[in-house]
């Protein structure tokens, strides 16, 4: 299938601007990462720990009904999530003067008093301590650094050392998109979160693993050839391959996002989003680099 025909766009030649935008961008996510380091941004109880309860109610209410309930008994900072199916909340409670295990008895004390006849019943509830957010937040930026060297070594023999370079820049900035995108929306930064960005860093890598093999057997075929004629020859040669995959997945995780469920809205909100950026770091981030570091290498040999 070959949504695209051939195609001759000068994707190199634009490789100043692309890189100018794609910084601005990493710059972004850097400036999230430090806020969401601070606690600065919205970390879910994953990382800051907490209690979350679901309710299931007998009939309908509104979660402004609910949210003022809690905020009389100093549980105004509650998340409220709607859960569509079935009448139910998803009530998020971090921190609190209130020794966790209490929680689910105050939030169940509180609406039967101030919410009487709403007839609901605890369908679930979940506690994470302080110090167990923080091992997780410790593991989760282990996580992405280890498979960013991973994918370093991985690339660095399949390949060669600046391809290696290209596809780590590539997929750091991946993640750093994908961390500026959810921290201006004021996503929560949760584990179904980070699951997601490492998700993306394995797509990034497969993206971008294809433009690469194109351009090592042109390579190959055109040995005295300009390096940057190459591989602009090679991303259009992938262009239509790249498309139908991006667009294969994107549809894929749109339906999650919208039929998913409340529970993976989120996860798959971050997916839909990686998708687009991926398809744009294989093309606009990893290729221009490895044409940079091969211009330079020719310098140096020169």
Same mark, same amino acid.
């Given at each position: 299938? @070959? ?62 009904? =609910? ?35 209490? =929680? ?9 008093? @101030? ?93 971008? =693993? ?6 090592? @057997? ?66 606009? =981030? ?17």
């Amino acid at each position: 299938m @070959e949504l695209i025909g051939k195609t001759n766009i000068d994707f190199i030649g634009k490789k100043r601007i692309s890189l100018v935008i794609s910084s601005v961008v990493a710059l972004i996510g850097i400036i999230g990462m430090i806020q969401i380091a601070r606690g600065a941004a919205n970390m879910g109880i994953d990382f800051t720990g907490g209690t979350s309860v679901e309710l299931k109610f007998a009939q309908p209410v509104g979660l402004e009904q =609910v949210r003022n309930a809690l905020a009389m008994h100093n549980l105004r900072d509650a998340n409220l999530q709607e859960v569509k199916d079935g009448n139910k909340i998803l009530i998020k409670v971090g921190k609190t003067s209130i020794a966790t295990g209490q =929680v689910v008895d105050i939030v169940e004390e509180v609406l039967r008093k @101030e919410i009487p006849g709403a007839g609901f019943v605890v369908e679930g509830s979940a506690e994470i301590g302080p110090s167990i957010g923080d091992k997780l937040g410790k593991d989760t930026l282990m996580a992405i650094a280890l498979s960013l060297i991973g994918i370093t070594i991985y690339i660095a023999i399949r390949f060669d050392f600046k391809f290696g370079i290209g596809s780590t820049i590539s997929v750091l900035y991946d993640v750093l998109a994908l961390f500026a995108v959810l921290f201006l929306l004021n996503k929560e930064i949760n584990l179904l979160f980070i699951t997601a960005a490492l998700t993306i860093a394995g797509y990034s890598m497969t993206d971008t =693993v294809v433009v690469f093999d194109r351009i090592r @057997e042109n390579i190959h075929k055109d040995m005295k050839g300009a390096i940057t004629a190459i591989i602009n020859r090679s991303v259009n040669e992938v262009l239509s391959r790249t498309v139908v995959t991006s667009l294969t997945a994107f549809m894929a995780a749109l339906s999650l996002f919208f039929f998913g469920g409340e529970v993976i809205h989120d996860f798959a909100f971050a997916i839909v989003a990686g998708i687009i950026i991926c398809t744009n770091s294989s093309i606009f =981030v990893a290729s221009p680099i490895v044409a940079i570091l091969g211009e330079r290498a020719v310098r140096v040999k020169a």
